[in-house]
């Protein structure tokens, strides 16, 4: 049965970072092949992951949308498939999908329920998923992942970022979310003091895990260039937290 890590967190906490260092961490374990899913619609995971994403499930359904009919020689869903496959982008020890966002208007209702199927069978296939999601839940809240063996909450350390872990985390009760196990990550840390009001976080929301990641200039660097986080050196001091959340 595959093992499925879900990222979520709000907006530019670094997510694709750490998805991108994890992704790393798993291959450097032998935890692959991997399939990776770039849930954001500003989709920029295959470039911390240093290839290139040209054909997105965004515009696959578009396409779909567009082309299938009475007339149709295969079904909505086969179609769907089909075009999906085709922007699979495949790299040494893990495969990576990325969402996109819908192009054109319309009602994409049927398409979505269609989509789900599509991805469910796609990562049947693989023993290993990682979900780098948009900011929020909106990919969890629309069912396409339902249950995770690992989900990770991240936010920054301010005052703002350490309540979104709180609405993150009563978001995913409302919805009635699966996990096994459920992580905090608190990235950017400056200096050696972690929030008095994580371990508050951590007994509210049950937290089997704590990770808080250092302001990292190397870190910094790397995404400033857009240089490919599986070339960071083991020895980077993000990348060695990060491993902690292997599953």
Known sequence: MSKLIAITGKGGVGKTTVSAMLVKSMLAAGKSPILAIDADPNSCLDTA?????????????????????????????????????????EAKGFDLIAMGRPEGKGCY???????????????????????????GLENLSRRIVQKAD???LMSDASNNGLKTLVRLHELASEMEMSYDKLALVVNRLRGDHVPDKLNE?????????????????????????SRSFL?????????KKIAELLI
């Open 150 to 152: 690992l989900m990770v």
């Open 231 to 239: 070339e960071i050196p083991e020895s980077n001091p993000v990348y």
């Open 201 to 225: 976080i951590r007994e509210k929301t049950k937290a089997d895990l704590v990770i808080c990641l250092p302001d990292d200039k190397e870190v910094a660097d790397f995404a400033e260039a």
């Open 109 to 135: 209702c049927y398409a979505n329920d269609v989509l789900k199927e599509v991805i469910k069978e796609i990562s049947s296939q693989y023993p290993y998923i990682l979900i780098d999601n948009e900011a």
């Open 49 to 89: 992951l240093g290839i290139n994403v040209t054909y997105t499930v965004g515009r696959a359904r578009e396409e779909v949308r567009k082309e299938s009919g009475a007339g149709a020689s295969v079904s909505k869903r086969e179609l769907l498939q089909l075009k999906i496959e085709r922007g699979l982008v």
